[in-house]
T-cell receptor, first 113, second 119 residues
Framework: GENVEQHPSTLSVQEGDSAVIKCTYS??????FPWYKQELGKRPQLIID?????GEKKDQRIAVTLNKTAKHFSLHITETQPEDSAVYFC????????????FGTGTQLKVEL | GAVVSQHPSWVICKSGTSVKIECRSL??????MFWYRQFPKQSLMLMAT?????????EQGVEKDKFLINHASLTLSTLTVTSAHPEDSSFYIC???????????????FGPGTRLTVL
């Protein structure tokens, strides 16, 4: 089955700096890659997603890049703010293949003032 | 749109009892729902895929007789933890795939989660 690795496990940045979180996946059939933000005790919140026919997608301060050949994708957050502090998860799934999500291990992002 | 609710939000029970958790899609039909378990400071682990009108598909290592899943309608799936033990204490989260929001194809909409504590 699919295996998703995520790095780093913790990331501390100064407010205003950029943060980058990287994930790799094992199943070349995976074609949908969402990123979630989860605050303590809350549900995962979709912040951005990308499909395999696109190499990059941006939404304001958040961007995701995908390298299908290398089977890795990354989340980029620019101009970080304290409210960006949370746990971020990447995930991968196969459209039509049950649509099951395999999650990465998570990154605890802390944005310091 | 695309709201998923869960009930209860938290539950405390004694060891050996059974607990039922409900997952509802409030404004859309969900032919497929998923159940996840999340231990503290860990990732979400898929337990099973629930399809309306058919038996759930369990992930490897998940006991189907212990975690009973019923998806009786297009808006409701239930997870029953039978004979719960302290090691079953966890955060249980459901999600639903929408067959209505075609612009969100593939996107899973998550419920708020249920915190289960087994004493």
């Amino acid at each position: 089955g699919e295996n998703v690795e995520q790095h780093p496990s913790t990331l501390s940045v100064q407010e205003g700096d950029s943060a980058v979180i990287k994930c790799t996946y094992s199943d070349s059939a995976s074609n949908y890659f969402p990123w979630y933000k989860q605050e303590l005790g809350k549900r995962p919140q979709l912040i951005i997603d990308i499909r395999s026919n696109v190499g990059e997608k941006k939404d304001q301060r958040i961007a995701v890049t995908l390298n299908k050949t290398a089977k890795h994708f990354s989340l980029h957050i620019t101009e970080t703010q304290p409210e960006d502090s949370a746990v971020y998860f990447c995930a991968a799934s196969i459209t039509g293949g049950g649509n099951k999500l395999t999650f990465g291990t998570g990154t605890q992002l802390k944005v310091e003032l | 749109g695309a709201v998923v609710s869960q009930h209860p939000s938290w539950v405390i029970c004694k060891s050996g009892t059974s607990v039922k958790i409900e997952c509802r899609s409030l404004d859309f039909q969900a032919t497929t729902m998923f159940w996840y378990r999340q231990f503290p400071k860990q990732s979400l682990m898929l337990m099973a895929t629930s399809n309306e009108g058919s038996k759930a598909t369990y992930e490897q290592g998940v006991e189907k007789d212990k975690f009973l899943i019923n998806h009786a309608s297009l808006t409701l799936s239930t997870l029953t933890v039978t004979s719960a033990h302290p090691e079953d204490s966890s955060f249980y989260i459901c999600s639903a795939l929408s067959s209505t929001f075609t612009s969100s194809y593939n996107e899973q909409f998550f419920g708020p989660g249920t915190r289960l504590t087994v004493l």
